[in-house]
């Protein structure tokens, strides 16, 4: 089959490896059948050898990590700036193309801010579990779908979707979060949360970005406690729909 593209955007070693394997994990994936890039590292054009074809890839996953589009703009970094212009433009390009995307947490923002939508602040969750409805379009699109109607995802996130892209379509909601996840067209996702995280990944992540403002200083282990009472098992079913379906 043609391979998946996997794109990434955090510096921290050890957070982006175990979102990689957790991705391959959830969606049955061997490592030769996904094409990693690092975009913190490297331009994506020059990591693959020239512009993207929407065409070689049987669909792209975007990660998560700590870049925030409602950043203010003198705040961002050079990369950061580099990684939202090539990141927009491959997403104004899969949306114009349909062609399958699946931008997981990190994804919301860059396909929130698309035709008409507005990323800010105003729905930022802390670091944990929470109750994910689906809509009722959520419940009969073929890939969230998959899913119960109600279950628990990690999740820990500065920023979110106030207003949807002109035409996407609500699939999932969360009580402190009006949009978890939205679709554009028939084959370009969005999840608010994270879909391939399991405790033991969320708690690496907690330790890794403990200064990075999602939380307060000292409160790790607690953070870590709390995890370990949810009962999250279904977004990772989100991942292998993905893969099931759009293989090719």
Partial sequence: MKPFLFLGTRAEDAAADGEYDAVLLA????????????????????????????????????????????????????????????????????????????GCCYGIGTLGVLDGGVVDRTHGEPIGAVEIRLTDEGRADPLTGVLPE???AYLGHKEAVARLPDGAVLLASSATCPV???????????????PELDVDGL??????????????????????????TANVTEPARLLARFVERYAR
């Fill in 27 to 102: 969606g049955g994936l061997d490592e030769r059948d996904v094409r990693r890039v690092r975009l913190e590292q490297q331009p994506l054009a020059e990591a693959l050898g020239g512009p993207v074809d929407l065409d070689d890839w049987s669909g792209i996953v975007l990660g998560g990590g700590p870049f925030n589009v409602s950043d203010p703009a003198e705040a961002k970094s050079d990369v950061q700036r580099r990684v939202e212009a090539e990141l927009g433009d491959l997403c104004r390009r899969a949306v114009a193309a349909d062609s399958p995307f699946l």
């Fill in 180 to 194: 978890q996840a939205f679709r554009i067209g028939r084959n370009v996702y969005a999840t608010q949360f994270h």
């Fill in 150 to 152: 109600r279950f628990a």
């Fill in 203 to 228: 708690c690496l992540r907690i330790d890794v970005y403990e200064h990075h403002g999602y939380f307060q200083p000292g409160g790790a282990e607690a953070l870590k406690a709390l995890a370990r």
